[in-house]
């Protein structure tokens, strides 16, 4: 990967990184960081880089992707990075913003569907491409995917009753 | 409702919005350091033989340093290798007036 190439990916990427690790992290300032490190990183290991092993977009995703776990892991060293039995209870949606419930819906799944939510609802990635960022396979994708949508359906419910959905 | 697909709850969804990378960023990731910056900040890794191997080395060259006798001071000594008496003394007394 030459300078011209990197400075090309960083352009090109850098929104949908910092979107994606602001939504899973819930910071600027952390989103911020790790969409630094992640570059850093490609940077340093240029050399290794293929690109035949997949879009430019999933491979930085999934960088910045283990980045954040990694710093989550850290930081809660013993909370469950999936938990299949998590029932979310409804907001609380007296006198809120919508868009503020909706963040708070979202930063309230297991780390695992709220980046397969994310990845899907805000930008977009086809389930395969999701699979190969998250390096999972297809089914564990769209098990993720149905278990997110469920617990959002049940937190958001007054949110959804109001525009007329149940 | 397949729970791949659901419209109504990706239109709410699409109402928590977030901005894009800050310019900040751009500093961060795109600066080209000047190539004499790396003697303020840079930093290199040494393997640990080599690293052990240095340090020895030098501590070995201080203490031959400590050990070396001091240099000898120049004598300020008088020698006669090179007087050469008077061929033909006229010696005259001078007597002094008492």
Redesign the interface.
């Known amino acids: 990967m030459t300078r011209a190439e990197f400075?090309e990916a960083?352009g090109q990427h850098?929104?949908v990184?910092?979107?994606f690790a602001?939504?899973m992290t819930g910071s600027?300032e952390v989103a911020?960081d790790l969409?630094?490190d992640c570059?850093?990183l490609v940077w340093r290991n240029r050399a290794t880089h293929r690109p035949e092993r997949g879009t430019m977009r999933s491979f930085l995703i999934g960088v910045t992707r283990n980045l954040a776990l990694k710093r989550r892991q850290r930081e809660r060293p013993f909370d469950e990075l999936e938990d299949a039995s998590a029932v979310c209870a409804p907001i609380d949606a007296a006198g809120r913003e919508?868009?503020?419930m909706?963040?708070e819906a979202?930063a309230a799944l297991p780390p695992l569907q709220r980046e397969a939510?994310i990845l899907a609802?805000?930008e977009e990635m086809s389930l395969e491409e999701i699979g190969r960022a998250t390096g999972v396979e297809l089914a564990a994708v769209?098990s993720r995917?149905?278990r997110a949508?469920?617990n959002?359906?049940r937190m958001?419910a007054p949110?959804?009753q109001t525009?007329g959905?149940a | 409702m397949d729970p791949l697909d659901d419209p109504k709850l990706s239109e709410l969804l699409k109402e928590w919005q977030v901005p894009g990378a800050p310019r900040s960023l751009d500093a961060r990731v795109l600066r080209r350091d000047r190539w004499w910056s790396f003697l303020l900040t840079g930093s290199i890794r040494v393997p640990v033989p080599v690293g052990l191997l240095i340090a020895a080395m030098l501590l070995v060259m201080a203490v031959a340093l400590v050990r070396r006798p001091a240099a000898k001071q120049p004598q300020s000594s008088v020698n006669l290798v090179e007087f050469r008496p008077v061929d033909d003394p006229h010696v005259r007394v001078i007597r002094g007036q008492l």
Do not use: P
Request: proline share 0%.
């Open positions: 400075n960083y850098k929104d990184l910092y979107r602001r939504r600027g911020e969409v630094h570059f850093v919508r868009g503020e909706v963040a979202v939510l609802e805000y769209k995917l149905h949508r469920e959002l359906r958001l949110l959804m525009k959905v």
